[in-house]
């Protein structure tokens, strides 16, 4: 009996010990944390639910570059072939991404009691690679440390040594967390700590998933971070509206009222009008350019080429005069020696 006694409090310790580990958030500003997990409570009695089963789409997608760390529930409640879909859905969106070194990496951090990193953002740069990798991830079964699992992802997956973007290059960083069920531990001091690092966190429940938890997890606006589907068979439809949102709708092709040319700009967009054209003040419609014919006429008299010439010919005129008179005045002395003829 002692012994039996001895074991149960020895559980109960480890247990504790893991759930206080998930707490220990050294290198975090204490007062982040607790303006994160405040902006969380005033938003938690909202209804920022989607509940989801949305057909495929098509939208005009702009790749942009992501630190994407995928964290997925695989505890006892998640059947085999449930876990199954959620390897699709991951196969899925790998293959809606632009998957590169200098685009979008990819990690995945599976969870159940324990959390065991499937592989970091560096260790594979192109799809096949990827996508062969997410069919070896096996369950872990039994319980559902998400807490232990968000805070892994921060401290383990979403560092420079295991392939995360420096600050300095602005990558984005999103956490995806997949889970149907209520975590065993804590979720809400870790996630404030996660969004105050700089990663924005969306949550995905699935079947009997805890809402409360999925929302102190997620970012805000949490109707914008929070989702909801209601089998694991539904799931993978969940591809296209990340992919609208990860990747983000290009403006101009959602429509636009520019009358020539429209350029995206991030979440907006501006008019541009062609060549030749010029944008009006209502920065939308375009005006041709007012050509100005400028004829420039040139006086002959100041034209230095001819104010030359001129000068030239009337220096040549009066040297030929000067020889005439010359010339006269010497017949006239002969004709006074020799007299008339």
């Excluded at 002959?300 to 030239?312: D, G, I, S, Y």
Aim: with cysteine.
């Amino acid at each position: 009996m002692k012994s039996l006694f001895g074991s149960l409090v020895y559980c109960l310790f480890l247990f504790v010990s893991d759930v206080y580990g998930t707490y220990r958030l050294n290198g975090f500003d204490p007062q982040q944390v607790t303006a994160q997990s405040y902006a969380q409570r005033r938003n938690i009695a909202r209804p920022p639910l989607r509940t989801l089963a949305p057909s495929a789409t098509d939208n005009s997608c702009r790749s942009r570059p992501l630190d994407l760390v995928f964290i997925i529930d695989s505890s006892r409640s998640v059947r085999p072939g449930e876990f199954e879909k959620v390897k699709i859905f991951l196969a899925d969106m790998v293959d809606t991404l632009d998957v590169g070194p200098e685009a979008t990496r990819v990690a995945v951090v599976n969870y159940a009691s324990t959390v065991k990193i499937e592989f970091l953002l560096k260790a594979h740069l192109n799809k096949p690679n990827m996508k062969q990798a997410i069919t070896r991830i096996e369950p872990l079964a039994a319980g559902t440390m998400t807490g232990l699992a968000i805070k892994s992802a921060m401290t383990e997956a979403f560092t420079e040594e295991s392939g995360a973007r420096p600050k300095s290059k602005n990558i984005a960083k999103v956490a995806i967390i997949v889970t149907d069920g209520r975590p065993q531990d804590q979720v809400e001091e870790v996630s404030a700590a996660a969004r105050g690092s700089g990663i924005e966190i969306y949550a995905v429940g699935v079947d009997r998933a805890d809402m409360t938890s999925l929302r102190l997890m997620a970012s805000n606006p949490l109707e914008d971070h929070v989702f909801y589907v209601e089998t694991y068979g539904v799931i993978e439809k969940l591809t296209s509206k990340f992919r609208e949102t990860l990747c983000g709708v290009d403006p101009c092709a959602m429509g636009h009222d520019c009358e020539h040319i429209c350029v995206s700009s991030n979440a907006s967009h501006h008019c541009k009008c062609r060549k030749g054209y010029i944008l009006n003040l209502d920065q939308k419609t375009c005006t041709l350019k007012q050509i100005k014919a400028v004829v420039v006429v040139e006086d002959p008299c100041k034209c230095e080429a001819r104010l030359a010439f001129q000068m030239q010919t009337q220096a040549a005129l009066q040297e030929i005069t000067a020889r005439l008179a010359d010339m006269t005045g010497r017949v006239e002395q002969i004709e006074n020696i020799l007299g008339p003829v």
